[in-house]
């Protein structure tokens, strides 16, 4: 209704515009009418007197006769000023040219006022008017207008011999009679006319010369001038201008025709209009008396329309606001509206109906899932059990083939290193039998001898110690852990004072005994010591951590952790194989894989981990004896 409503208006108001346009381009004909007919009246009536006995009685009197008829005609003609131009004079105007070429003629010219002043009754003097400044305007440089506005015609003169022209004409400037008649008769009514609502102006150029438009209660707006808008529209383009404009001081609806010379370019405007004022006044009027009626019709309607809504909407807006609640997850949502015989109702309780169900279905769907997930989370734990156990029965099955592979080889090859090591031996101790004390200058070269043939002795021992364990394993007993691994600490304590590493052991005493040779725990514990002194190569620290884990049975675990740099990614899963050592120099790479086959006889594990906080950790598990 309110698009309706400002459709109605917008189209009245364009129609009422239409109207008012239509008006002032009647006035506007009208009053170009009345300015052709003064220029047809003015020749035809020179024309008579050019061809009356009278003015050819004229032409052969006196100077003083003649002066006393062309005044005399110019009063009764109503001009201001009547002349005879002979043949031959130059003619500056088109009219005097083509009157002394034979033809009559009437046009509006400008008139300088040298030209002015050669006519009597100081027609230059009335023609000045001085400008005001007007806003909107042009700018200029001018103060004053000096030029006139003529309306002059000529009629050809043949008469007793003698040719020539007579010339007559009317000064537009000042001539308030000629725009208060054009005022008269464009506004005759009432509606655009009345006490200065309708106004007629003659412009020179862009300055009112002529104009009822008061600049002050009794001052016209002679010397006031156009808006720069219109000139360019009417002077400079030569169009007709039909639309509002702002005349002096106020706003009307205008009409602007261009007014051309005999040269055939625009010299000025002729101009009516009347206010807008009593229009606007009018249509707000009525903008105001249709919204008073369209609020009264709201006001009658609305209470109506939203008691018939609310019956309509309340019902769907309380549908969307449980379909929205059971979006979140509330499924016990239900509408509540009371079973109507209407189709809304109806729908409502459908609505309740199918909610009911999906809240069944759902409570089963859940108690299903609950049950199938149990299920799944039962056969996964035993899957990964199972899992668990195969990997690790294939892990030592890999590990068993791997040894005793290994471990042929080294029998073999121990055996035979035994040989010419025993050799070796044998023969050093002859030399430094046989040469005594004059063996004292390589008595070093000899040292370094045995010492190495010792030291091949020792590997050839973990050799065979690795191929055999079983010929060097201890008696089984339960050991106590704690007083062990204090033990190991005091024999590896020149090791760590040298290389200035600190132990920082956490021993539970009440961890279970384990079943396994005393002396065999502690090849295990003082190898991974040794080991981690090694990797830290300078200074660090050394975590000892005893305490009791359960994991298929009850247990004891032994963490040894360092802050070396630790293993590379890469070679974490060959850290126990035989033969690893990441001290090529020294190390034979079987102290990790003999600790190995002695925990896992004892039925234990020992793994390695890098930890988050740097350095290594091996774990050692064995089971409670």
Not at 228 to 252: I, M, P
Not at 559 to 575: E, K, N, Q, S, Y
């Amino acid at each position: 209704m309110p698009l309706l409503l400002l459709l109605g208006m917008t189209r009245w108001t364009s129609d009422y515009d239409k109207v008012l346009i239509a008006n002032v381009e009647s006035d506007l004909r009208i009053a170009e009418q009345y300015l052709s007919r003064i220029m047809r009246t003015t020749g035809d009536e020179l024309a008579g007197v050019a061809e009356s006995v009278e003015f050819a009685a004229v032409l052969d009197a006196p100077p003083e006769t003649q002066a006393s008829f062309f005044a005399g005609k110019r009063q009764a003609l109503g001009l201001d000023f009547l002349t005879f131009v002979p043949e031959g004079t130059e003619a500056r105007w088109p009219v005097i040219r083509n009157a002394l070429d034979g033809q009559a003629a009437t046009a509006i010219d400008l008139f300088g006022p040298e030209v002015l002043a050669s006519f009597p009754g100081a027609l230059e003097q009335r023609a000045k008017i001085d400008l005001i400044p007007t806003r909107a305007a042009v700018p200029t440089d001018r103060a004053a207008e000096d030029r006139g506005m003529v309306v002059h015609s000529a009629a050809p003169v043949r008469l007793n011999g003698k040719a020539g022209a007579l010339v007559g004409g009317i000064l537009l400037n000042r001539n308030l009679t000629f725009i208060d008649t054009i005022n008269a008769l464009v506004y005759l009514n009432a509606i655009t006319g009345g006490d200065r609502q309708g106004t007629a102006t003659l412009f020179l150029d862009d300055v009112r010369i002529s104009t009822n438009v008061r600049l002050f209660e009794d001052v016209r707006a002679l010397g006031t001038r156009v808006s720069a808008e219109v000139r360019h529209a009417v002077l400079d383009e030569g169009q007709t201008w039909l639309d509002r404009a702002f005349v002096v001081n106020e706003w009307y609806i205008s009409g602007y025709l261009p007014l051309r010379d005999s040269f055939d370019r625009p010299v000025g405007m002729l101009y009516v209009g009347f206010l807008e004022a009593p229009f606007a006044a009018a249509k707000r009027k009525a903008y105001l008396t249709m919204l008073a009626a369209f609020a009264g019709v709201l006001l009658l309607s609305v209470p109506l329309f939203l008691w018939l809504a609310k019956g309509v909407f309340a019902p769907l807006e309380q549908m969307t606001q449980t379909m929205r609640r059971v979006r979140e997850g509330n499924l016990s949502a239900r509408n509540g509206v009371r079973r109507s015989s209407d189709e809304i109702g109806q729908v409502a309780g459908h609505l309740d109906d199918l909610l009911d169900q999906v809240q069944d279905r759902d409570a089963r769907l859940r108690a299903w899932a609950e049950e199938l997930e149990q299920r799944v989370e039962d056969r996964t734990a035993e899957l990964r059990e199972a899992n668990a156990k195969l990997e690790d029965t294939w892990r030592q099955l890999v590990m068993s083939e791997k040894l005793a592979s290994i471990g042929e080889i080294t029998a073999g090859v121990a055996h035979e290193i035994n040989n010419p090591v025993a050799v070796i031996q044998g023969n050093l101790d002859v030399l430094r039998e046989t040469l005594g004390a004059r063996s004292a200058p390589v008595e070093t070269e000899i040292a370094l001898i045995d010492a190495q043939v010792g030291r091949i002795n020792s590997i050839v021992g973990k050799l065979l110690q690795f191929a055999r364990p079983d010929d060097y394993a201890g008696t089984d007993e339960a050991v106590a852990l704690a007083p062990v691994v204090r033990d190991c600490l005091v024999l590896v304590d020149h090791v760590l004072s040298r290389a200035d590493v600190r132990v920082r052991a956490d021993l539970h005493e009440e961890t279970p005994p384990v079943r396994i040779g005393r002396g065999e725990i502690q090849q295990v514990v003082i190898n991974l010591l040794v080991n981690a002194v090694h990797a830290m190569e300078v200074e660090g620290t050394i975590f000892l951590t005893l305490r009791p884990e359960t994991r298929d049975r009850d247990g004891a675990l032994l963490i040894v952790r360092d802050t070396g740099p630790g293993v590379p990614a890469a070679l974490v899963d060959t850290v126990f194989d035989p033969f690893f050592t990441t001290k090529q120099a020294e190390g034979t790479g079987l102290g990790l894989s003999i600790s190995q086959t002695l925990v896992q006889r004892a039925g234990g594990r020992i793994t390695y981990r890098n930890p988050p906080e740097g350095g290594a950790e091996f774990s050692v598990w064995l089971p409670a004896a």
